[in-house]
Structure formats: C-alpha cells, structure tokens
C-alpha cells in the first residue's frame, strides 16, 4: 500500500518518462514512476534510433551495457515509384568512431535496461499499473493520481505526464487537445529475422556497422507518409506510417501499404527468406512546432510523445523525448532545491529552459513545414516521385534518342505536370518552409 | 491496377503475445443503427483489423488482437463514436521488441 507521499509521481516508462525520473531520482528526489506494461518496454514501439548524445546525458557509460544493435555508418534516402527509386546514399568511415553517434535499437529490449537504471537510482518503479485519472485539489491543482490497482489517490508535489502520444490523462483532465487526425501519423511495423551474415552482406556491413533506408513516394499512394528499413543484428525493422487523416480520406488500410512496400522491387531482396516475428503499430506526432500544447500547469508538466514533441523532418523523436523528460526533471529539481512550490508560475522554468534547447528551437525552424507537406501531399508523394523516376531513366537508357531531345522531353513532362507557376511555387514554398 | 493479393491481418497478429482481459473490453463501440463515417473508415484505418461490420451492417469492435495504437482513438473518440481506455495494467498486448 501506498500511503507514502513523493516528491513527484512520473507517469509511462518510456524514453521521457524514463529520462525524468532517473534525473530526479538522482538528485535525491523521491520518485514513484507508474507503467502499464508488464514491464517497461513491453509497451513502447519505435524503429528504432538511438541518439548517443542525448542519452549520454542522462547514463554517460550507456555504451558499455545497453543492449544496443548496430550503429549507424550509413543513411539512405529513396523516392520511390512502383517499380524503381532514385537513391541518396551517405556511408562515411567516421561513424565507425569510438563513440558512435546513433545506434539502431530494440525498443523492448532497451527500455527494459533503462528502466533498471532508474531503479538503481533510486526511484520506485511501479509496472503492470495504469493510471486512470489525475488527482486535484479544489483549486484544481494537479495533487496526484489515481491507478487502477488500487482504491484512493497516491499524492505527490508535482505529476510529469510522460504518457506517450496517446496520453489519456492530460486529456481526460482537459490539459490538452487529443491530436487530430491531421497532427499524428500511423506506423506499423514488422521484425524480419535473418541470420547476421546474411543481413551484413545484403547491406554491406562489417561487424556492428547498421544502416538506414528512409523511403519516400509512391509508397504512400499520394498520402503524407515515409517507409523506413533498419538493420539490426539479427533482424531488420520495416515499416510504413502515413498520416492519420490520410488514412481516413482514402480507404487505404496500414497493412495493405506495408505489404505492398514489403514487396517493391528494391525492398523484397533485403528482406527475402525472413522470418517475422512482430507486428507492431504506432501513432508519430507530425503537427510539429505549432501543435505543440501547453508544457505546464499548476502541480504537472509534460513531455516527450505526450506533448508532440517530435522532428517529423528528421524523424526525431526519442531524443526530443529524453531531453524534454530531462529538463523537465531538472527544473524540478532546481524548483524543489529552492524550496519552491510547484506552481504553473515557477513550473514555467521547464518551458523556458525547453525553449533555449535544441528541441523547440529544431520544431520552430520547420514549423511550416508539416502544413505543406499535408497539403500538398499528391505534389510531394506522388507527382514528383514519379516524374523524377522518369526523368533519370530518361537519362540512363540509351536508346539512340538525342540528349538534347530527352532533355527537352524531361522538361516538358514536369511542366505538363505541376505547370511553371506550380513548380516555382512548389519550390518557393519548400525552401521557406525549410528555412 | 493490378489486383493485390489479400493481406491476412490476423497470420500478423499471430506473431503477437498478448494477456487478454477477459469480458473488460478497453474499447467499445456506441450503440448505433447506421454507422458513421468516422466508424466506416475505422474498418480500414484500424491497423488490426479489431472492427468489423456485422450482418445488420453495425460496426463492431473485438479488441482481442488490438496494438493499442490509438488511431481509432484520434477518429472516432471526437464524435462520441467509440470509447477508449487504454487496457488494465498488464493486460493488453505484450511486445517483445517493441
């Protein structure tokens, strides 16, 4: 029985709710962390990366006892049509570094590892426990939670909502919107297991060395959306999300999109002979900056997920989550030092501290960015994938057609397509939003 | 377009592990005589395939194999169309990787 009260209660142990309460703990705070799952991971669904320099932040060693599967050396991107795709490739020998900057990982597996460390840190850590509502006072400040495992509430200065991208809790109590369909993408995923020597030589890796493929175009069907590969040891992560609203305008179904991903020409080789061993879906934040609720009120902040904190440009999103979950931990901590209270005033600190980090400052430079992409996603996912698969084969194939004749015929089909005023205000349009 | 063959959604949750709550349903569908759009595209958009239309052409949902992903949540809770919880603690679907 919990009769005890915390310093502060960390709802989901995921990759914020765990950044959180391993900081707070280890400033000596008295830390309750509540999980649903059987245990922490069992739950949480990601590609995955993991980003070295945020979680060297939080356990500097990590890299010495986390289950960890290859670091990344290479990063491809594809656009891609039915039948072939346009490459960008990036593999540098300075990735093969003593500290590696980002890591393919197994989210269960790693998260299950994390979770012992905030245990060792101090924090009690409750799993196999969901929390149905927050507590509140008359005023209506945040004073705790109730769980479903136990009658009564469980009180603490101050809640961080930690509760991924579905959080309930800040919902049902009015904190912030639920995302709509247009703000969130759903992914699903799948676990291809191969044998190692077979996944390194089918990617052209040696030892750790891991890879991803980000893949754009016609795979979404005109709808806002990517596919993603990533090799791990002994098995690799594929998938496919598109928007939600995306979805519900066209009729198209998630796994009807994976499976014909799952079998385009450039992506049924990497993963033949597999066997699969999960099935897996997700909702990404995509509304970026200007979907972002607000942070903190009066006994509560939240972070990660939970707050949409998540780089849809560079599918950012565990990282802005521990950073958020961190900082978070450490205006608390700073707030309890000084004896403060944990009101919506002096809970503000974690705002500005956010807003002097990578995290807001990234979402804010793209923060155009996501209107036009779901605006314009027939222009971005479907035309110009295939007119830019047409235009390359064009040049390749030599068919005795004069160059400066399939220069002209490149051309003329883009225009045909966007028109001029479309393409320069496609183009205009992109690099602001960029910017 | 060529015909696609059919994608048998529950050979892919049989890879699954799950610890189903017997007689709890975390998700529940609003008693109706006509289904709504939003509960229509929850026949596609769901990525387990939980929701069915039965022989009265009334959608159901059987959450046994859901991922608790959300997404009817986002469709479907706004105009009172469904129910969401998330499931108690420790039931529900339990990854493996994640």
């Known amino acids: 029985m919990i009769d005890e009260r915390f310093d502060a209660i960390v709802v989901g142990a995921g990759m914020a709710g765990n950044a959180a309460a391993l900081t707070l703990a280890k400033r000596g705070m008295k830390v309750l962390q509540l999980e649903r799952g059987e245990y922490a991971g069992s739950k949480n669904v990601q590609g995955a990366i993991l980003y070295a320099d945020m979680m060297e932040k939080l356990i500097p060693a990590f890299r010495d006892e986390a289950p960890l599967e290859r670091h990344l050396v ?12 346009l490459g960008m490739q990036y593999r540098s020998e300075d990735f093969n570094e003593e500290r590696p900057n980002r890591y393919t990982i197994i989210r269960a597996q790693f998260d299950k590892w994390f979770s012992s460390k905030v245990r060792e840190a101090g924090a009690t850590v409750l799993c196999e426990t969901t929390v149905t509502e927050l507590a509140r006072d008359d005023h209506g400040k945040v004073i705790g939670i109730h769980t479903d495992r136990r009658d009564g509430e469980i009180h603490a200065d101050v809640v961080v909502l930690a509760e991924g991208v579905n959080g309930l809790l800040g919902t049902r109590a009015g904190l912030r919107a639920r995302p709509e369909p247009d703000k969130v993408a759903l992914a699903v995923k799948e676990m291809h297991f191969l044998p190692r020597e077979t996944i390194e030589a089918r990617f052209n890796l040696e030892g750790d060395e891991g890879l991803v493929i980000e893949a ?19 098995c690799i992560s594929l998938g496919i999300g598109c928007l939600v609203a995306d979805f519900q305008r066209t009729g198209e179904t998630p796994y009807g999109l994976l ?66 979950g961190r900082i978070a931990a450490e205006a608390i901590s700073q707030l309890k030092s000084r004896g403060d209270r944990m009101t919506a005033k002096n809970l503000s ?17 793209y923060k155009d960015l996501p209107i036009l992409m779901h605006t314009n996603s027939q222009n971005f996912f479907l035309t110009y994938p295939q007119l830019l698969s047409r235009a390359m084969q064009n040049f390749v194939r030599v068919d005795g057609t004069p160059k400066a004749e399939k220069e002209k015929m490149t051309l003329k089909s883009f225009v045909k397509a966007r028109s001029w005023t479309g393409l320069f205000g496609d183009a205009f349009r992109f690099a602001r939003a960029w910017r | 377009m060529n015909a696609e063959p059919l ?23 609003r008693a109706h005589t006509t289904p709504s759009p939003q509960l229509l595209a929850l026949l596609k958009a769901c990525p387990a ?31 009172g169309d469904i129910e969401w919880s998330y499931p108690r603690g420790g039931y529900g679907v339990l990854f493996k990787f994640g």
């Open chain 1, 216 to 234: 754009a175009g016609t795979i979404s069907r005109g709808m806002t959306g990517m596919g993603f590969i990533y090799a791990n040891k002994e």
């Open chain 2, 7 to 29: 994608v048998r959604v529950e050979d892919k949750l049989y890879y699954n592990r799950y610890l189903v709550d017997v007689g709890r349903p975390h998700v529940k569908v």
């Open chain 1, 259 to 324: 499976d014909h991903f799952k079998r385009h020409p450039s992506v049924a080789p990497l993963i033949a002979g597999s066997e699969v061993k999960e099935y897996s879906a997700h909702l990404i934040p995509e509304g970026g900056y200007k979907a972002i609720p607000q942070l903190y009120g009066e006994g509560w902040v939240v972070a990660g997920d939970a707050a949409q904190l998540n780089n849809a440009v560079h599918r950012e999103g565990s990282n802005l989550a521990m950073t958020s």
């Open chain 1, 74 to 85: 290479e990063q491809r991107f594809w656009m891609m049509d039915d039948r072939s795709h």
């Open chain 1, 349 to 365: 600190l974690y705002k500005k501290m956010l807003d002097d980090s990578f995290v807001i400052k990234d979402l804010k430079k």
């Open chain 2, 49 to 79: 395939r939980c929701y069915e239309l039965n022989d009265e052409g009334q959608v159901e949902v059987t959450v046994d194999g859901c991922i608790e992903c959300g997404t009817c949540r986002v469709i479907g809770e706004p105009t």
